[in-house]
């Protein structure tokens, strides 16, 4: 059911969070817009704001039936989703499988080394200061969150990879590397939050490590629309 047009409460580079009318809650409405390299390259998708939003719910649902909390309520429709009111913790957290994109940059490798194990980078939401790499101990001096928020969020992190790369393997893709956030809910309890999509993974076709993920739109690979589709077209096939 679609909800009535309210004021939006907040609008990022590919979402639009709207007031619900259910207390506590928040409309995530996802745009066809897409940016890359800190917002310097801009364009529209068409059609993925829907297609993020379905894999968005499908993966979450997944992990709530594994355990994990997230902040996501129900699907609203096709490109808004209900989801709790958090604060989000201005962490940026990274899990890498295999080297790809600024890791294998900064530390001039190749692109697609497998890691001896799952590896958790950290940088700081600030968009002024380009949302830079922060050591966990920084994050705690700066007062982001606190020593057990950041153990639960390293556990939360390794847990959500194992579920989803096992899942992207059903599916004849490898999840190379992702983006999480979490955020704090009103009684202080952690969730998963913001989106998990093609636009914030990495994910390769197995066998032929085909793109299908925001690096076709990064390197101007072609086919962007087309590659988001089939990883929507195998979340929904199982
Ligand atoms: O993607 P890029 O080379 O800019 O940075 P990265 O650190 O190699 O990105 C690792 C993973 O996190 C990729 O799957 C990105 O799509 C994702 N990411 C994101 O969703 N949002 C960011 N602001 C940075 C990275």
């Known amino acids: ?59 979450f649902g997944y992990l709530e039936e594994h355990g994990i909390p997230t902040h996501f309520v129900r699907q609203l429709s096709e490109r808004e989703m209900l989801v709790r009111q958090v604060q989000i913790v201005p962490l940026e957290v990274i899990v890498r499988n295999r080297t790809a994109g600024t890791f294998a940059r900064r530390y001039g490798v190749e692109e697609g080394r497998v890691l001896p194990k799952p590896l958790l980078e950290f940088s700081y939401k600030n968009d002024a200061l380009g949302d830079p790499l ?32 096992d899942y992207f393997a059903q599916r004849n893709l490898e999840l190379v590397d992702f983006k999480l956030e ?29 793109k299908m993920d925001k690096d076709r739109f990064r390197r101007d690979l072609g086919g962007v629309e087309e590659a988001y589709q089939e990883v929507l077209r195998r979340v929904q096939g199982l």
Do not use: C, H
């Open 1 to 59: 059911m679609e909800e009535v047009r309210m004021e939006k409460l907040y609008e990022g580079k590919a979402k639009i969070i709207y007031p619900s009318s259910e207390a506590g809650m928040v409309r995530v409405y996802f745009k066809d817009d897409a940016t890359a390299f800190n917002g310097q390259k801009r364009a529209q998708i068409a059609g993925k704001g829907a297609v993020n939003n379905q894999i968005a719910s499908a993966l």
């Open 134 to 165: 922060i050591y966990p101990e920084a994050a705690l001096a700066l007062g982001l969150l606190s020593e057990a928020e950041l153990e639960r969020i390293r556990a939360l992190a390794l847990q959500i990879n194992t579920l989803l790369k």
């Open 182 to 210: 979490f955020g704090r809910l009103a009684d202080g309890r952690l969730v998963l939050a913001d989106e998990i999509s093609p636009d914030t993974m990495r994910l390769w076709e197995m066998g032929s490590g085909e």
